[in-house]
Nanobody, 124 residues
Framework: QVQLVESGGGLVQAGGSLRLSCIASGRSFRRDAMGWFRQPPGKEREFVAG????????SYADSVKGRSTISRDNAKATLYLQMNSLKPEDTAVYFCGACTGRTYICPKHEVNYWGQGTQVTVSS
């Protein structure tokens, strides 16, 4: 059974930091692009950050650029998202996704595997 399991979410004050993790099991994604996505309350799921299979070429949504860093450790089958200077508008359920067959980018509509999500709540 293929699984992506996120962790690291929680309640944090504005200006704080969180580090999200996503552990893959059941198959290897070491040759696939992956990404982080989020779904704010009452809104559609949106792209946050993406990373190539090798860890190069990270990309970010404008809303998090300069405040977030995506990384991966293929030996540990783990994807990370470090988020700093958090704002109330970052409040959302955060999902990791994998785009099998894609090596450099992972658009939302091409995600083949999703995690179950982890809640991030930023208080003002």
């Amino acid at each position: 059974q293929v699984q992506l399991v996120e962790s690291g979410g929680g309640l944090v004050q504005a200006g704080g930091s969180l580090r999200l993790s996503c552990i893959a099991s059941g198959r290897s994604f070491r040759r696939d692009a992956m990404g982080w996505f989020r779904q704010p309350p009452g809104k559609e799921r949106e792209f946050v950050a993406g990373i190539s299979w090798s860890g190069d070429s990270p990309s970010y949504a404008d809303s998090v650029k300069g405040r977030s860093t995506i990384s991966r450790d293929n030996a540990k089958a783990t994807l990370y998202l470090q988020m700093n200077s958090l704002k109330p508008e970052d409040t959302a359920v955060y999902f990791c996704g994998a785009c099998t067959g894609r090596t450099y980018i992972c658009p939302k509509h091409e995600v083949n595997y999703w995690g179950q999500g982890t809640q991030v709540t930023v208080s003002s």
